[in-house]
Structures are given as structure tokens and as C-alpha cells.
């Protein structure tokens, strides 16, 4: 069994070809029960469709009416969240910084429903047009790529919850995607996910250490710029109100768990899952965090494919935040397009084809299994993805190495 798995020979080609329809099938057909058993702006249990875009679109709303502090203000927004969809509906707190108000307040000019639509296809289409890219030239043809994308699992979650997974994945693809041949670009859209301020963490390592100056400053710019129309379009208001809603955001979000720790994907949330208290929790996360920048410093400055670095950044993301859910992991896709894309023009290393498939499924078992059974293979999945992206860089800098003992030799 353990040989299967260090091969990946179990993942052959008639599974690849039959796994990846049968959950778009799936998929497909989660989604059209939801809409054939919807009531107007509500599925057949009373949720909002979308669920957690409701709120968003009533922070949008907020917005417009002249109050943009208003979606920091809990109690507030879920009043507004109840006079729109009723007063026993599912409210959400807004954990995002002012950056966000920005498509929050456009989408609010359009009726519930079609702002929904228009979120998640505009959302889609840039993260399969980032996973298309990343994948160009590569032996996989693009309509095989794209069923791939659209049959992950992670794609389903965020459908279901109305979320930005897709916008996340994404900026992250097309920010490696440009890093080297347009660096002040990969900047902007690095600096883009500042509304994922709990993203922050690891990027920035990655950037610094790779020495990738340019796209540094770019980012920097970016958000300078970024922080300057907030202020301009929704005052410093909007800003005070975020920094004083950071509190309950820590207490009640992170460190409680208002979402549900099978919800949550960190290694803070796996320890709080399993019975640790929060300092035992901060500290399992700590630890985690230090190991994996550490780590990450070594990949970058190592002479490992810049599409494994570049996925090695991104999984980094994930191990380096103890605030993640499941819809987040949609942002796994860039990653898992580029060391697919590696493997198929050099083979795939120990373990990788196995890493990628757990990977690749985990967004659709692990809340279940969290659950039911209290396991947190959520976020043990990601660092077994990242322990394998290392593995596979140090046996690459080993050839390396050995490649370069001759040259040397011959001087």
C-alpha cells in the first residue's frame, strides 16, 4: 500500500478520467436541487441562498445608504441582515477590513439574487481563467483542465456559501503567474488580497525571500493607494470601526469559534477541535507557523521550480493563519494546477500524485468528518501537501548539486 502511495500508480488514467465527471455530476446536481427547491431568495430550509453572501450584500446596501461603518457594528448589521430576510433568518458578522465595501457596495445595486449570480460567475471566470493559465503548454488539454477546476470540490463548497474563494485563487494565480515576467502586476494583485488580511503572513516571506523587490514595492504601492480610496470614498470612520471590531472578530470568531471549528481549517481551530484550550491552540499554531516560514524560506531560496515554490507559497497561506475555512480552500486550486503542471513535464516526485488527490477532495470530507468523528484532516492535508512540496524541492536541489559537481570539477 505505502509503495501505491509513494508511486501514485493507483491514480491512473482511467480514474482521472472518470473521477473528475462524476463529481461535477455531483455537483451539478447539489446545486440544481438547491435552485429547483428554492423559494424566491431562500432554499427549501429558509437559508438565503448564498448564505454568507446575504451578508455581504447587506454590508453593500449599508454602504450605500451613507453608513459604512455600519457592517462593523455586529448587532447593527444583523439587524439589517433581518429587516432583508426576516427576522429568523441566518445572520454573519463582517470580518472584513474597508477594502471590501468597495464590491460589497457595487453589488448592492443590484436586486439580492442576480448580484449573487453575477458574484459567483464573474468570481468563476477569473479562477478558471488563473487555472488555464498556470496549465497553458502543459500536456493537459484546456476543456480537461477546466472540468478538472470546476468538479474540485472546494469549487461546490463556495457556490454553496456564496464566498470569494474563487476571487482568492484567483489573485493568487494570477499573481505568481506574473511575478517574473511583470512583477509591478503580480504586485497589484498580490496587494488585492489585503481584504484576507489573515493571508498576509506568508506571501510576504516568500516575496523577500526569492528577492522578488519589485513586486514588493508594487504591492506596497498598491495598498497605499488602496487604503487611500477607502478613506476617500468611506471616510476614516469605516477604519476605526474595523480596528474596534478586531476584538470580537479574535474572541468570537477565532478563538470561540462562531463558524464551527469543523468549519474552520487552521491548525488553531484542528487543536480547538480536538479538545486543546486556547493557549495550548495559539501555541500549537505558533509553532506551526515558525516551522512553516522557516520552511519557506528554504524553498525559496532554493533551486526547486518556480512552480513548486509558487505552491509551496500558497499552501504556506493556509498553515500560517488560524482563521481559514473550507471555502477558502478553493485557493488550493493554483496550487495544485501548477505541481500538475510540473509533474506532467517532469514527472510527478514520492508521494505527489497521492498529496494532490487528498488534496483535491479534502474540501468536500473535511467539515463532514470533523463533525461527525472530531478529526481535523483538513489542515493535516495541507501540511501533508506542503511536507510533500518540500520533499520533492530537496530532492530537486539534490540533482541539482549533483549536476553542477562536474561543471565545477572541469574548472
Known amino acids: 500500500m505505502w509503495d501505491r502511495l509513494r508511486s501514485g500508480d493507483w491514480l491512473d488514467e482511467e480514474r482521472l478520467r472518470v473521477y473528475p465527471p462524476m463529481l461535477l455530476l455531483f455537483a451539478a446536481a447539489c446545486v440544481a436541487a438547491v435552485l429547483a427547491t428554492a423559494n424566491g431568495r431562500f432554499d427549501a430550509n429558509g437559508h438565503p441562498l448564498g448564505t454568507d453572501f446575504s451578508q455581504v450584500w447587506v454590508a453593500g446596501l449599508e454602504t450605500l445608504r451613507g453608513h459604512p461603518e455600519a457592517p462593523f457594528d455586529l448587532e447593527r448589521h444583523i439587524a439589517e441582515q433581518r429587516v432583508e430576510f426576516g427576522a429568523d433568518s441566518d445572520v454573519y458578522g463582517w470580518h472584513?477590513?474597508?477594502?471590501?465595501?468597495?464590491p460589497a457596495a457595487a453589488?448592492?445595486?443590484?436586486?439580492?439574487?442576480e448580484?449573487?449570480?453575477?458574484?459567483?460567475?464573474?468570481?468563476?471566470?477569473?479562477?478558471?481563467?488563473?487555472?488555464?493559465?498556470?496549465?497553458?503548454?502543459?500536456?493537459?488539454?484546456?476543456?480537461?483542465?477546466?472540468?478538472?477546476?470546476?468538479?474540485f470540490p472546494a469549487?461546490?463548497?463556495?457556490?454553496?456559501h456564496g464566498q470569494n474563494g474563487f476571487l482568492t485563487a484567483a489573485l493568487l494565480g494570477f499573481g505568481f503567474l506574473t511575478l517574473r515576467p511583470r512583477p509591478a502586476l503580480a504586485g497589484v494583485c498580490f496587494a488585492m488580497l489585503a481584504y484576507k488580511p489573515?493571508?498576509?503572513?506568508?506571501?510576504?516571506?516568500?516575496?523577500?525571500?526569492?528577492?522578488?523587490?519589485?513586486a514588493l514595492a508594487s504591492a506596497a504601492a498598491s495598498l497605499a493607494a488602496m487604503t487611500a480610496v477607502t478613506l476617500l470614498l468611506f471616510g476614516p470612520e469605516?477604519?476605526?470601526?474595523?480596528?474596534?471590531?478586531?476584538?470580537?472578530?479574535?474572541?468570537?470568531?477565532?478563538e470561540r469559534g462562531a463558524a464551527g471549528f469543523p468549519k474552520i481549517q487552521s491548525v488553531f481551530a484542528a487543536a480547538r477541535?480536538?479538545?486543546?484550550?486556547?493557549?495550548?491552540?495559539?501555541?500549537?499554531?505558533?509553532?506551526?507557523?515558525?516551522?512553516?516560514?522557516?520552511?519557506?524560506?528554504?524553498?525559496?531560496?532554493?533551486?526547486?521550480?518556480?512552480?513548486?515554490?509558487?505552491?509551496?507559497?500558497?499552501?504556506?497561506?493556509f498553515l500560517t493563519t488560524p482563521y481559514c475555512l473550507d471555502y477558502d480552500m478553493t485557493a488550493l486550486a493554483p496550487a495544485i494546477a501548477l505541481i500538475v503542471s510540473l509533474g506532467l513535464e517532469r514527472g510527478f516526485g514520492p508521494y505527489m500524485k497521492s498529496a494532490l488527490a487528498a488534496a483535491f477532495v479534502i474540501p468536500l470530507a473535511a467539515r463532514p468528518i470533523a463533525t461527525a468523528l472530531s478529526l481535523p484532516l483538513g489542515a493535516a492535508t495541507i501540511a501533508a501537501l506542503l511536507a510533500t512540496?518540500?520533499?520533492?524541492?530537496?530532492?530537486?536541489?539534490f540533482r541539482h548539486v549533483e549536476a553542477a559537481a562536474p561543471l565545477r570539477s572541469a574548472r
Open 389 to 397: 512540496i518540500l520533499s520533492n524541492a530537496r530532492d530537486a536541489s
Open 273 to 317: 477541535l480536538i479538545g486543546a484550550d486556547v493557549t495550548t491552540a495559539y501555541a500549537a499554531q505558533t509553532l506551526v507557523t515558525a516551522a512553516t516560514l522557516a520552511a519557506l524560506v528554504w524553498l525559496w531560496r532554493g533551486a526547486a521550480d518556480f512552480r513548486l515554490r509558487a505552491a509551496g507559497a500558497i499552501v504556506a497561506t
Open 198 to 214: 489573515q493571508f498576509a503572513l506568508a506571501l510576504p516571506v516568500a516575496l523577500v525571500a526569492g528577492g522578488h523587490w519589485r
Open 115 to 151: 448580484a449573487l449570480a453575477l458574484w459567483q460567475a464573474v468570481t468563476l471566470a477569473l479562477c478558471l481563467a488563473a487555472i488555464l493559465a498556470l496549465m497553458r503548454g502543459s500536456a493537459a488539454p484546456p476543456w480537461r483542465v477546466a472540468l478538472a477546476a470546476l468538479a
Open 155 to 160: 469549487t461546490l463548497v463556495n457556490l454553496g
Open 107 to 113: 453589488l448592492a445595486h443590484l436586486p439580492y439574487l
Open 96 to 102: 472584513y477590513p474597508p477594502f471590501f465595501l468597495a
Open 238 to 254: 469605516s477604519w476605526i470601526a474595523f480596528a474596534q471590531s478586531l476584538e470580537v472578530t479574535r474572541d468570537l470568531v477565532v
